[in-house]
């Protein structure tokens, strides 16, 4: 069992930076990923990492303004968020899975992680 508890969410103003953290507790996990989902959409996937392997990838509407990375000593995944935009305003949601995944199609698909967290808000005003 693998337990996910997500920080850092909040109110910025567009172009600002947020960063949000995940620690993850219980059996170990080699693919942690965040997602979003505003209201009325579908969770999407933001970006992921692959605790093993070291590979990130990222959707293409975030790409060159978030950046994930992580401290394996605390068992954390950070997601640094800068030039934020009106339309990333979602909660956020961790995720995570003991395969270690190494595409972007397994590291995209809600279905692949097991373990999920609570979800934190972030908005993010023009």
């Known amino acids: 069992q693998v337990q996910l508890v997500e920080s850092g969410g909040g109110l910025a103003q567009a172009g600002g930076s947020l960063r949000l953290s995940c620690v993850a507790s219980?059996?170990?996990?080699?693919?942690m990923a965040w997602f979003r989902q505003a209201p009325g959409k579908e969770r999407e996937f933001v970006g992921a990492?692959?605790?093993?392997?070291?590979?990130?990838d990222y959707a293409d509407s975030v790409k060159g303004r978030f950046t994930i990375s992580r401290d394996n000593a605390k068992n954390t995944v950070y997601l640094q968020m800068n030039n934020l935009k009106p339309q990333d305003t979602a909660v956020y949601y961790c995720a995570a899975d003991s395969v270690d995944y190494n595409n972007y199609s397994c590291f995209s698909t809600p279905s692949r992680y097991r373990y999920w967290g609570q979800g934190t808000q972030v908005t993010v005003s023009s």
């Open positions: 219980g059996r170990t996990s080699n693919s």
């Open positions: 990492i692959s605790w093993s392997f070291g590979r990130t």
